[in-house]
Structures are given as C-alpha cells and as structure tokens.
C-alpha cells in the first residue's frame, strides 16, 4: 500500500514506521524536518506543517495514497484543511485520538463520545484545550469527509521511547525524595505501551475500521497500585502532599477513575497487552535511567 504518515519521527509514530517498513508498503512521512529519523532511504520524505493548510497541501502536491495516517491533528480547523487536501487523494484516513475526548468516568466505551451527533463548544480554560480540540476534530471529519475515517483513542502511552518523561518523572521525584500530589490515590488510569499504540494503528490500516476505537490495557490502574510499585522498586517512600501546587501534582492526578472499555476493539480482533504484564518491568527499566 502506499502509506502517508503526517508526524511519524517520533514516539510510537515512529514505531508504526518502523512496522510498516517491515511489511514492505510504500511509505511518505510528512514532517516539518526537525526531528531526524533512521528511516533512511526506506522512505519518501515530505517537509511541510500539518498546521499550515497552504504548507501541507504544497508538500503533499498531486501525490495519492491508500491511506493516511495523521498523528498530529489537534483542531477542527487542521481537520477541515485534511478534508479539503485528501478529497481525492486518498479513500481511508486514520487520526490519531485521545481519551481526552471523554470526561472523567470509568469503563468508558466509544459511544460515550459520539462524533457524529457532537455540537462542538469553545473550551472555557487552557485544561479544556486539548480534549475539545480532538473532539471538535473527530466531529469535523465524523461530519465532512469525503472518505472512510477512524479514530483512535489512546490514553496515556508510556515506554522507554516516552519523549514526554511523564512516568520518568514519577519514579525519579519518588526515587528523589521529592512531594507528589495525587487528587485520588484510588482512582483507576488507563496506559498503553507505545509498541501496542503502534500495533493498533497498523491495525487499523489493514482492517479498514470505521468510526472510534478505543485501544489501551485492559486492566485499569489504580494509581496507589502505580506508586506502590514505583516504592518498592526505588525503595523509597513516595512523599505524598495533601495540598497541591503546580509543581507537585501529578499529570496522572485525576480526582476520580478515567478508564477505557475496550471491548469494541478486542471485539473486532484486536487487544493490547494487560499492563500487570508489562508495568512492572517498564519501571524498573526507567529505574535504571
């Protein structure tokens, strides 16, 4: 297939890559040229901005392809500029989600989230940003495309590869002695592995799934679970605060559950890797750094 990946330099982009290289497809990634990648000479390179509709459609010019896979799409209005581009250019397109697009909750299934029926609002705070930017996305191409598209909703991906440092920094701040702050130490979290958000994505591209996928562990974390483990490994005792500040709180602290149902994807025939299976040993790797 001849495959078009918007952002896939890094992280589990670049995974999906590196899978589909393997596979043997035809391959174009579209990036602003900051990021180097060792992909070599396997693929086609774009250079141009997702965010910028005249940069993105000179860089794509007359090229076609089966499938499109945009990682980096965050707006309506960047949705809208793919709808225009792609019109005749391609007949499936995946973007990459997130479970932001849903409120706290847990066991929260596809349909608790509906693109198709969603009236979109302006965020009224910077915390709203993201999930409302995804969600207005999802409903831009739910509602306009002019070809197949999917979703894929991703909770918090961790891995080795995490350029984020988000878990990193868990460990490090309870190796170091330093103050966290969770809202809700029993609240239950959704994680997948990079390698499993990839897999789900070449998933997708051979399947040819409509609609919104929720793809994460289906075994919900509960955060004390998380510190405990976290404790244990680094033998040092979490310094947890009972008054936040900016600078402690924790980007997994959720005052209540925040979880995927993945019934739908494991379902249709794909399922990601429980994370008691691979949790532990993903720390005590971060441990080492």
Known sequence: MKILVLGGTRYFGKR?????????HEIWVLSRGQQEDDFGARVHRLKGDR????????AVGSLSFDVVVDQ????PAEAAASCEIFAEKTSYYIMT????????GGDLQEEDYNPYLYQPTAPTNPAEEYGEGKRAAE????????FKCSFARFPVVVGEDD????????VQKIKKGQPLYFPNLNAKFSFITSEDAARALLWLVHTKHEG????ASEDAIPLKELVNDIESITGQKAQLL?????ENWSPYGISEDWFLNVEKAKTAGFQSKPAREWLHSLLVSLNRV
């Open 16 to 24: 999906l890559v590196h899978s589909l290289i393997h596979e043997g």
């Open 212 to 215: 919104p996928f929720n793809f």
């Open 242 to 246: 009972t008054e936040p500040s900016p």
């Open 72 to 75: 980096v799409c965050m707006t």
């Open 51 to 58: 965010k910028n509709k005249e940069s993105l459609a000179s």
């Open 139 to 146: 409903n831009y191409f739910a509602t306009n495309a002019p």
């Open 97 to 104: 989600s997130t479970m932001s697009v849903y409120a706290l």
């Open 163 to 170: 350029y984020t440092g988000r878990l990193l920094g868990h």
